[in-house]
C-alpha cells in the first residue's frame, strides 16, 4: 500500500540547521510531487514546499523561503526537506504528503499523509 | 495567498446529530476545495476533494458543497468517531488551509 515515512526531527537550537527524509513506497515516486505541511503545537495547517515530480520546480510559503529547501531523489524514493536558520516558530510536527495526480504541477489535495516527524527548536 | 475561514472554531454535539461546518475562500476558488479529519496525534485523513466528491471508504455521512467562495461539510447522524478536528483546504493555488473546526461530544 501506499506509505510515507518521515524521519529526522528532533530538538535543536534557534539558528542551527536539520534535515527531514520522508521515504515513499507502494507508488511510482517519480511521477508524483510531493510537499511538506506542518503543524505547530496546538495549531492548524500550514503548507510549507512542493517540489514537481521530476525535481526541476520547487516553491516554497513565504514563512520559509530563503531557509528552507526541498529535494528528492527518486531512485531512492525520498523526498527531503533542510531546514536551515531554524526559530522557535518552526517548531512543528512536519508531515509528508503527496499529490493527488501524476505527472503534473498542479497543485491538488493531499493523500495519503506520513504521520509525521516532530521538530523543536529551543535553546 | 488566498485565506480560507472557517465556522465555528468549535461545536458540540450529540451522537446522531447533523452537523454543519462552513468554509469561506477570500477569492473565487471554483471547486478546488478538500475536506480532512484530523485526531489527536494522528495525520489528517481525506474527507473530500473538489468540494463534493467522497473519498474512497470514507462514509457516506459526510456530504460537501458549495463552489466558488461558499462551502460545506456536513455530517449526517454523527458517530462516535466522528468527534475530531476538521479542515478545508484550497488548491486553486499554493495550498492554505482553513484554521480548523474541533467537533467535540457534548
Known amino acids: 500500500q501506499v506509505q510515507l515515512v518521515e524521519s529526522g526531527g528532533g530538538v535543536v537550537q534557534p539558528g542551527r540547521s536539520l534535515r527531514l527524509s520522508c521515504a515513499a513506497s507502494?507508488?511510482?515516486?517519480?511521477?508524483?510531487?510531493m510537499h511538506w505541511v506542518r503543524q505547530a503545537p496546538g495549531k492548524g495547517l500550514e503548507w510549507v514546499a512542493v517540489?514537481?515530480?521530476?525535481?526541476?520546480?520547487?516553491f516554497y510559503a513565504d514563512s520559509v523561503k530563503d531557509r528552507f529547501t526541498i529535494s528528492r531523489d527518486n531512485s531512492g524514493h525520498t523526498v527531503y526537506l533542510q531546514m536551515n536558520s531554524l526559530r522557535p516558530e518552526d517548531s512543528a510536527v512536519y508531515y509528508c504528503?503527496?499529490?493527488?495526480?501524476?505527472?503534473?504541477?498542479?497543485?491538488?489535495?493531499?493523500?495519503?499523509w506520513g504521520q509525521g516527524t516532530l521538530v523543536t527548536v529551543s535553546s | 495567498a488566498i485565506r480560507m475561514t472557517q465556522s465555528p472554531s468549535s461545536l458540540s454535539a450529540s451522537t446522531g446529530d447533523r452537523i454543519t461546518i462552513t468554509c469561506r475562500a477570500s477569492?473565487?476558488?471554483?471547486?478546488?476545495l478538500a475536506w480532512y479529519q484530523q485526531k489527536p496525534g494522528k495525520a489528517p485523513n481525506l474527507l473530500i476533494y473538489?468540494?463534493?466528491t467522497l473519498q474512497a471508504g470514507v462514509p457516506s455521512r459526510f456530504n460537501g458543497s458549495g463552489s466558488g467562495t461558499d462551502f460545506t461539510l456536513t455530517i449526517n447522524c454523527l458517530q462516535s468517531e466522528d468527534f475530531a478536528t476538521y479542515y478545508c483546504?484550497?488548491?486553486?493555488?499554493?495550498?492554505?488551509f482553513g484554521q480548523g473546526t474541533k467537533v467535540e461530544i457534548k
Open positions: 504528503t503527496r499529490a493527488s495526480f501524476p505527472v503534473t504541477d498542479e497543485m491538488s489535495w493531499f493523500d495519503p
Open positions: 507502494g507508488f511510482t515516486f517519480s511521477t508524483y510531487a
Open positions: 517540489i514537481s515530480y521530476d525535481g526541476s520546480n520547487k
Open positions: 477569492q473565487d476558488i471554483s471547486s478546488y
Open positions: 473538489a468540494a463534493s
Open positions: 483546504q484550497q488548491y486553486y493555488s499554493y495550498p492554505t
